[in-house]
């Protein structure tokens, strides 16, 4: 049998009072008298009336919801911010509607238009790998407060929440090239990938200051900077002539595949090849020898996040402007660079 859901009206005709009645009694109006709120909420409360958010919302024109989407929620970094995510969004009287675009296009086209089917105040939202058309998170931006975080794109004029991406990569291969390493590989994603990029100019950057020359056969890109791929990136270097005496990667996956590709080939780390990864993640800490890397605060993007985003809802909108937040980064050393000097 269909369960049959209680509504406004039904608790009406019981009471043989209006709907409208009804409604305001159980949003307190001082107009309603305590007697008949009294025996409003008590018959609600035996019916176990639930109040339609998405109708209150839209009679309201708030829903005290926020959308956001990810492109993988099982990612170590991002469930960090999610669950930041949460936490801020709770405290600020605001639930979360979470979704996953898998690195897919289309999904999350289709997210984003979920979000504003559903009503949401604001929308949080971390791009995939492959967002080029940028269209529909600007009509999405048209109709609600949208901010960027983590995976980002400069075509879209909103504020957004990154980590300072160059200035980590720099620190990295400074570090490197301060225990004496001088051929730097770095295994990175394709040039539409962001993060990549910015992480990509920051190596750069770091041979240029240290007037090291810049090898391309030492860049290897990738569609999927995974621990699979990570291996087969550094089967490839190891076949070099000259073959490189440390490996950045910009993910702590890629660089924990390089390193049980090294030790497959009996490579000593980090006297003959160092390795460098990014993010700090879990797996990070397990690996042998414990991979050096850069901690993300993923915490910190998180509350940053929505702090900016409900400060754009509850704002009128010409008293914002959009801006950049860059997060600093910190870089943990641990035995796959330790060189003993």
Do not use: W
């Not at 949208?146 to 909103?158: A, E, M, W």
């Amino acid at each position: 049998m269909k369960k049959e859901v209680t509504t406004l009206k039904k608790i009406a005709q019981l009471l043989d009072i209006s709907t409208s009645t009804v409604s305001r009694a159980l949003n307190n109006h001082p107009d309603i008298s305590e007697e008949t709120t009294n025996k409003v909420k008590k018959i609600a409360k035996k019916l176990n009336y639930m109040p339609n958010i998405f109708a209150k919302g839209f009679r309201l024109h708030r829903t005290n919801i926020i959308g956001v989407i990810v492109p993988n929620v099982l990612s170590y970094f991002t469930s960090s911010i999610l669950k930041e995510i949460l936490l801020q969004a709770e405290i600020k009287g605001y639930r979360v509607i979470i979704s996953e675009s898998n690195n897919d296009i289309d999904k999350e086209k289709e997210m984003l238009n979920t979000m504003l089917q559903f009503g949401v105040d604001g929308i949080l939202m971390s791009l995939t790998k492959h967002t080029i058309d940028v269209e529909p998170i600007l009509y999405a931006l048209n109709q609600k407060p949208l901010i960027l975080f983590d995976k980002v794109s400069n075509k879209v004029p909103c504020s957004q929440v990154i980590i300072d991406g160059e200035a980590a990569a720099f620190n990295a291969v400074e570090h490197l090239i301060n225990i004496g390493k001088k051929r730097i590989a770095i295994l990175k994603e394709f040039e539409q990938s962001y993060n990549s990029e910015k992480r990509f100019q920051g190596y750069l950057r770091a041979l240029k200051t240290y007037k090291i020359p810049v090898d391309e056969k030492l860049i290897l890109s990738t569609d999927d900077i995974s621990l699979k791929k990570g291996r087969r990136l550094t089967s490839q270097l190891i076949t070099l002539k000259e073959k490189p005496d440390a490996i950045f990667s910009i993910t702590d996956a890629a660089a924990i595949g390089a390193i049980q590709t090294l030790k497959k080939f009996n490579f000593k780390i980090p006297e003959e090849i160092a390795v460098i990864g990014f993010s700090n993640s879990l797996s990070s800490t397990i690996v042998e020898p414990q991979l050096t890397t850069i901690d993300q605060p993923g915490k910190r993007i998180g509350k940053i996040a929505v702090d900016c985003l409900i400060e754009e809802i509850e704002k009128p909108k010409e008293h914002l402007t959009s801006k950049t937040i860059e997060i600093k980064t910190n870089l943990i050393i641990r035995n796959s660079t330790l060189v003993s000097l």
